[in-house]
């Protein structure tokens, strides 16, 4: 399959501190990567050195054979999805969906406002879309931004912790949004403590340790035969939190 996004000896400090030491990564088109392990371990860094929101000390990443230099440079084939939604709070649904079409796709408003309408469908909020965002609940908010992701047709979403601001049950809908997503195939990235809620969809998951991907497989390896001790007890700990 082919190459998305290749990760070449990346790594990244902030002062005295290093948060990502020479990793490497490829994701082919078509991957739903899940990336689990402590706080501090360098999810989130990892994931916005990918969507160009970092850079980087050494190393390259590429997207598509290109370097990856800052935001603009991913073309809008990266999407993010931030654990707080970041819709526009003076916009409707709607319009949140139809504005960067507009002015990103530079779609017209007949076509941005079709596009959108089947996107809020497609996450079943077609009904919400003139409403305002604080009007929604929190897994709602989360939907229209997984569609507003969609509206400019990424090769690649990346989640950030995308229900860790939900109850369950809403964090469940959202999850729901995202399996179906990836049974079409939709190449993405999830960092996420939600093990449970990925292990069904996730194609391969990544445990971050101290800036290095300490350990990779399917999910079966991962949470069930991976002996090596520093995961098992990120897992009990994850677990612990899950039942509380
Ligand atoms: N902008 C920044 N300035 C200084 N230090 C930072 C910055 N961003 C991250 N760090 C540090 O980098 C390390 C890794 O942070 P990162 O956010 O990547 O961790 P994480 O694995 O996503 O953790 P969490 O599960 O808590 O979200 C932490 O020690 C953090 O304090
Ligand atoms: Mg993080």
Same mark, same amino acid.
């Given at each position: 399959?082919?190459?998305?996004?290749? !990760?070449?000896?990346?790594?990244?400090?902030?002062? &005295? +501190? $290093? !948060?990502? =030491? +020479?990793? &490497?990564?490829?994701?082919? =088109?078509?991957? !739903?990567?899940?990336?689990?392990?402590?706080? #501090?371990? #360098?999810?989130?860094?990892?994931?916005?050195?990918?969507?160009?929101? *970092?850079? $980087? *000390? +050494?190393?390259?990443?590429l997207l598509k054979d290109k370097i990856i230099q800052n935001? /603009?440079? $991913?073309? #809008?084939?990266?999407?993010?999805?931030f654990q707080n939604f970041n819709?526009?709070?003076?916009?409707?649904?709607? *319009? +949140?969906? $139809?504005?960067?079409?507009?002015? !990103? =796709? /530079?779609m017209n408003s007949k076509d941005a406002k079709e596009k959108a309408m089947n996107l809020l469908k497609k996450v079943h909020l077609q009904d919400k879309f003139n409403q305002y965002p604080s009007t929604l609940s929190g897994g709602q908010k989360q939907r229209v931004a997984i569609a507003r992701a969609l509206s400019m047709d990424p090769e690649i979403i990346i989640f950030d912790e995308p229900t860790s601001s939900l109850d369950p049950e809403l964090a469940h809908e959202v999850f729901e949004t995202i399996s179906t997503l990836a049974h079409e195939g939709q190449t993405m990235v999830i960092v996420t403590h939600q093990i449970n809620a990925i292990r069904h969809f996730a194609t391969r998951v990544l445990f971050l340790n101290k800036g290095?991907?300490?350990?990779?497989?399917?999910? =079966? @390896?991962?949470f069930? *035969?991976?002996?090596?001790? /520093?995961? /098992?007890?990120?897992?009990?700990?994850? &677990? @612990?939190? &899950?039942?509380?």
């Open positions: 399959m082919a190459e998305l996004i290749k !990760v070449n000896n990346i790594s990244k400090s902030f002062g &005295d +501190n $290093t !948060v990502l =030491k +020479n990793l &490497d990564l490829t994701i082919l =088109k078509g991957e !739903v990567i899940a990336i689990i392990g402590s706080s #501090g371990s #360098g999810k989130s860094t990892l994931v916005r050195c990918m969507a160009g929101l *970092e850079n $980087t *000390e +050494n190393g390259e990443i935001v /603009k440079s $991913t073309n #809008g084939l990266i999407g993010m999805v819709l526009f709070p003076h916009y409707t649904v709607l *319009e +949140n969906l $139809t504005k960067p079409c507009q002015t !990103v =796709k /530079k290095q991907i300490e350990e990779e497989g399917t999910p =079966k @390896y991962i069930e *035969e991976c002996t090596n001790p /520093k995961l /098992k007890k990120f897992l009990q700990i994850v &677990d @612990y939190v &899950d039942l509380d």
